[in-house]
């Protein structure tokens, strides 16, 4: 089982990118789904989630009206779509699946994380 997230760099304030977290050895379909950031020193906060069947969605105060999650079950991939973005958004973004069906804000409930991608924002 793996989640391998892709879509980071470097981008200037203002800018937007789109993380994808692709997902082998299960069906995201059947998971709820949740996007974290962590900074150096500080604990992993949760920022957005889905439930399973992507009804329900859900996003921090913070990146509201900025960030919209998807997912293409398709392609077995969840999507983060992050607009308007300022530097206090630079983190290392991570995606997680949970059995939890309308999802779940404590990392402690995901059962599988990716590796994390690097977002920089610069002023």
């Known amino acids: 089982v793996q989640l391998v997230e892709s879509g980071g760099g470097l981008v200037q304030a203002g800018g937007s990118l789109r993380l994808s977290c692709l997902a082998s050895?299960?069906?995201?379909?059947?998971?709820?789904m949740g996007w974290f950031r962590q900074t150096p020193g500080n604990e992993r906060e949760w920022i957005v989630g889905?439930?399973?069947?992507?009804?329900?969605?859900d996003y921090v105060d913070s990146v509201k009206g900025r960030f919209i999650i998807s997912r293409d079950n398709a392609k077995n991939t969840v999507y983060l779509q992050m607009n308007s973005l300022k530097p206090e958004d630079t983190a290392v973004y991570y995606c997680?699946?949970?059995?939890?069906?309308?999802?779940?804000?404590?990392?402690?409930?995901?059962?599988?994380w990716g590796q994390g991608t690097q977002v920089t924002v610069s002023s």
């Open positions: 889905m439930s399973w069947r992507g009804g329900y969605k």
């Open positions: 997680a699946a949970t059995s939890v069906i309308l999802g779940t804000k404590v990392p402690y409930d995901y059962e599988f």
């Open positions: 050895g299960l069906t995201l379909s059947t998971y709820a």
